[in-house]
């Protein structure tokens, strides 16, 4: 098996000219041992890699591309996830492409629903964006799926808070693309929830602190690894 992780950045508002932010570094450190760790590869993308003119966001769709059908697996993970240090399991066994949690059940797949009613539909998830599982065949499905009103469709969600997983939506609806289970949220433990030490990767949030100062009370705890540099 041949498989990859991949995590976009790209400098937005206040960031543009400025480092690298601390948590991004610590993220793409993290994340690229985890991937050696399993045999993988490990790319960072930038710019607009998926399409034109997409908010930042939206370019962590780029692992559809056809560059990456030369992989079984492709996982993509925004820049502020960690894999915990009690983490032992393989992220490319797992299945069902993505979390889908209550909050995109509830709020987030009623607004686009009624946004886009000719586009999504509740009969399909609107997977939460922080990480993806992605086998071949499920990619290169979404990527067929693309014709120039999705392109157009693509340009009007990016705009909205749904970005990435909105075009996803969109395209598993254009498909009819349905899995049976998402995937476990231990993937997508948030880091201000009770328990951080029971998930397989943690996503860095701004409460209660600041991220750096979540970040620094997880290593702390040992939660997470830092590498010091």
Known sequence: ???IILQHFEPQGKNIGKP???????????IKEYAESLGAEYKLLDGEPFQKGLRSQCQKCAAINEEYDEYDNVVVLD???FVTTSCTENIFNETGIACYGRTHKNVIQRQIVSAYPKYASYDYPIWGG????????????MRNNIDDEMRELFKKISAKPWVD????????????FKLDHTLDEKWDYN???????TANMIHIRHRPKSR????????????IKDNMT
């Open 20 to 30: 690298m932010p601390l948590i991004v570094r610590k993220s793409m450190e993290n």
């Open 1 to 3: 098996m041949k498989n």
């Open 79 to 81: 820049t502020d996830k």
């Open 212 to 223: 750096e100062e979540n970040y620094y009370d997880l290593v702390f705890k040992g939660i």
């Open 130 to 141: 922080a990480v993806y599982v992605m086998p071949r065949e499920f990619r290169q499905l």
């Open 191 to 197: 880091s201000y929830d009770p328990h951080p030490e």
């Open 165 to 176: 997983e909105g075009i996803f939506h969109v395209l598993a609806v254009k498909a009819k």
